[in-house]
């Protein structure tokens, strides 16, 4: 069975420092990733995906994810965090079997400190 | 604006009274489904629909049914609601390949005293 893993509950960091999620995988065949952002009071939002092709995905509102499949993780990433980017983030993997099914980390949430 | 409406936001019912969820897409998406989330245990799948007509069971589906009358449409039904059913519910559709993302209604808050 498809699952991942959000080793960190929380990551705290301060504005203008480069930020790291970590996201560990395991699926049989090839994976089908994704970041989705929770904001307070809101429902998921999407992030960024990785499918095929090169192994650093740009997404939306300026983060990133790093593919890795010899360290099977998908790492999210953004170069300078803002107070903004505080929330709840999670990674997903596509199941392969009932492939339309996403398989949830337990979310790691970001705080951003001024 | 392309969007998944669920309605209500919050609810607050007694044990044992019915009561649904409803869930509707404007992006004419085949599949969607229903997610509980819970503290720690991140979002877990309820239902899900293929098409209209066809619906199957997720991970957790016990003390829930689903319909899909309807490709915009796709209501979740607590016949006889419990308190272990308290959670943040989210209805979420997408296109019917595996390479496309899903996009999230605004969720359901709902309390069963």
């Known amino acids: 069975a498809q699952s991942v893993a959000q080793p960190e509950d929380q990551v705290n960091v301060a504005e203008g420092n480069p930020l790291t999620v970590k996201c560990t995988y395991s699926v049989s065949g090839n994976p089908y990733l994704f970041w989705y952002v929770q904001y307070p009071n809101r429902g998921l939002q999407f992030l960024l995906k990785y499918i095929t092709g090169d192994n650093l995905v740009k997404g939306s509102y300026g983060f990133e994810a790093e593919f890795n499949k010899s360290q099977t993780s998908f790492h999210l990433k953004k170069p300078s965090a803002l107070v903004s980017d505080s929330a709840l983030y999670f990674c997903?993997?596509?199941?392969?079997?009932?492939?339309?099914?996403?398989?949830f980390g337990t979310g790691t949430r970001l705080l951003v400190s001024p | 604006e392309a969007q998944v409406t669920q309605n209500p936001r919050y609810l607050i019912t007694v044990t044992g009274k019915k009561l649904t969820v409803t869930c509707s897409q404007n992006?004419?998406?085949?599949?969607m489904s229903w997610y509980r989330q819970d503290p720690g245990l991140g979002l877990r799948q309820i239902y899900y629909?293929?098409?209209?007509?066809?619906?199957d069971k997720g991970d957790v589906p016990e003390g829930y049914k689903v319909s899909r009358k309807e490709k915009r449409n796709f209501p979740l039904i607590l016949e006889s609601p419990s308190p272990n059913q308290t959670s943040l519910y989210f209805c979420?559709?997408?296109?019917?390949?595996?390479?496309?993302?899903?996009?999230f209604g605004q969720g359901t808050r709902l309390t069963v005293v």
């Open positions: 979420a559709s997408s296109l019917g390949t595996e390479n496309t993302e899903a996009f």
């Open positions: 629909s293929m098409n209209v007509e066809v619906t």
């Open positions: 997903a993997v596509r199941d392969w079997y009932g492939f339309q099914k996403l398989v």
């Open positions: 992006m004419n998406h085949e599949y």
